[in-house]
């Protein structure tokens, strides 16, 4: 982060220095206590479970002298080394510092949001993106309205772009996060059911995914899933932005014409411009041609060579947990821990299904569907239908995972369902076999990353 004075902060957060030195400079702002040192930031978040206040003495002992408070908090804070501001929100502050901190930069922001894969996405963009700029990525899950800021304040000097993943349970938050990043290019990757239970329907998720283009002017961009349902809807509609779509389908800006798949990278021929070009990203899974091209448009859009950006996409690295595939001594193993949903355990599916040897799927809940629970894990069974030999589901609702399958006609002595992963583990040493290759996948919640340690142990 550069530097900044208190003066600043006030006038960002439009707060009330009610102590300290307005021309004390600080360079990082942390909401974290364990992270405060002198010259950072100290933002008193009110969490869930915590509030942020009841730290600042923990965060003054490290040796932070800069502070910013609620002004209705009632904690006692007394010391006359220190800078106090105090604003109506400590949350909504931390978002107006970061709005205003990013003005600082005169660069390409890009926003990424999307129902599934907006992650990879992410990496693959800023792979593009990369081969032409120094730029910056939100790390691992910092997509949220804490996430986002922090993320901005890693900006310095130095960077020449950024790629902003904006993540969203209901309506006004990627709003929220837009009126913050403000972005020029905004990515959506698709919309399917994650989050219906806040959202209610595909429509609303469209609807809650579009406030991406909040500020969108004639001078931004705004690039879609052309094959998407709801997404291609876009294509009959008259914008002031600019629109660019994608896909399989030949009607889109650009499309994938065929592509070959082996154990662990795709190479694919994409029509652009009427021209086809062949492109290589070191990763499986069709879905992840959609994110290829995505990062294909982007760069596109800020005039980076294609040769450059085909480069950049050779580099991909995938964040840890997504389509992670570790090679033991004796298994394959596709660790998909992250997150899920009925559209990212289909392709997950998919992908354990072109393996050649025995093949298992270790499965637990996905959340956040809410009444649509029981269709959404019924749609997972019917994946799982010629793609996995053996079905270990863990949890409630994935139960009906395997009921589908078994009304589909999966073998009844290949499916188990345990109440919880640590049932499962118990288990796992009979059911794996030597050469197995699994794939694990549920929503975060879930954790089943603990599967996936005890079956690289």
């Not at 990212?344 to 996905?366: C, F, H, P, Q, T």
Request: proline share 1%.
């Amino acid at each position: 982060m550069e530097s900044l004075t208190v003066n600043e902060l006030v006038i960002a957060t439009q707060g009330k220095l009610v102590l300290g030195n307005e021309n004390y400079i600080i360079d990082d702002i942390v909401i974290d206590s364990r992270k405060a040192n002198e010259k950072n930031v100290f933002v008193a978040i009110i969490g869930e479970n915590l509030d942020g206040h009841n730290f600042m003495q923990s965060a003054y002992e490290k040796g932070c002298k800069t502070f910013i408070k609620n002004e209705k908090s009632n904690i006692e804070f007394n010391h006359s080394d220190v800078n106090v501001i105090e604003v109506k929100d400590t949350e909504i502050a931390l978002g107006d510092i970061a709005r205003y901190y990013k003005e600082k930069f005169e660069i390409p922001f890009i926003g990424i949001t999307g129902s599934v894969g907006k992650t990879t996405t992410r990496d693959m963009v800023y792979a593009a993106v990369s081969s032409k700029f120094n730029s910056l990525k939100n790390e691992g899950n910092l997509n949220n309205q804490l996430g986002v800021p922090l993320t901005l304040f890693e900006l310095n000097k130095l960077h020449e772009c950024a790629v902003i993943e904006m993540g969203m349970s209901g309506f006004n938050e990627i709003e929220y996060l837009a009126n913050i990043v403000n972005p020029k290019i905004g990515v959506i990757s698709n919309i399917g059911l994650s989050h219906i239970e806040r959202l209610g329907s595909q429509e609303g998720i469209l609807k809650a995914k579009m406030e991406i283009t909040t500020n969108f002017d004639s001078s931004c961009t705004l690039i879609v899933n052309g094959d998407d349902k709801f997404l291609s809807t876009l294509k009959n509609k008259e914008h002031i932005y600019t629109l660019k779509t994608f896909g399989f389908d030949k009607d889109n800006d650009i499309y994938c014409e065929e592509f070959t798949m082996v154990e662990d990278n795709i190479t694919f021929t994409c029509v652009i411009d009427d021209k086809k070009e062949e492109v290589f990203i070191p990763t499986v899974g069709e879905h992840n041609i959609y994110n290829a091209m995505a990062a294909i448009l982007v760069g596109m859009t800020l005039e980076i060579p294609l040769e450059n950006i085909k480069e950049g996409l050779k580099n991909y690295k995938a964040t840890k947990m997504r389509l992670d595939i570790v090679k033991g001594n004796e298994i394959t193993i596709i660790n998909d821990t992250y997150n899920a949903s009925p559209d990212s355990m289909n392709a997950a599916l998919k992908i354990l299904g072109r393996y050649n040897e025995r093949k298992v799927a270790i499965l637990g809940d996905m959340f956040e569907m809410g009444e649509h629970a029981e269709y959404g894990h019924r749609l997972v069974g019917k994946s799982a239908v010629g793609n996995t030999d053996l079905l270990i589901t863990i949890g409630d609702d994935s139960k009906f995972i395997g009921d589908e399958a078994k009304i589909l006609g999966f073998n009844l002595e290949n499916i188990y369902h345990f109440a919880t992963k640590e049932e499962a583990i118990k288990k796992l040493d009979e059911l794996i076999q030597k050469n197995d290759v699994v794939l694990v996948k549920a929503s975060r919640g879930m954790k089943l990353e603990k599967i996936v340690e005890y079956l690289n142990r």
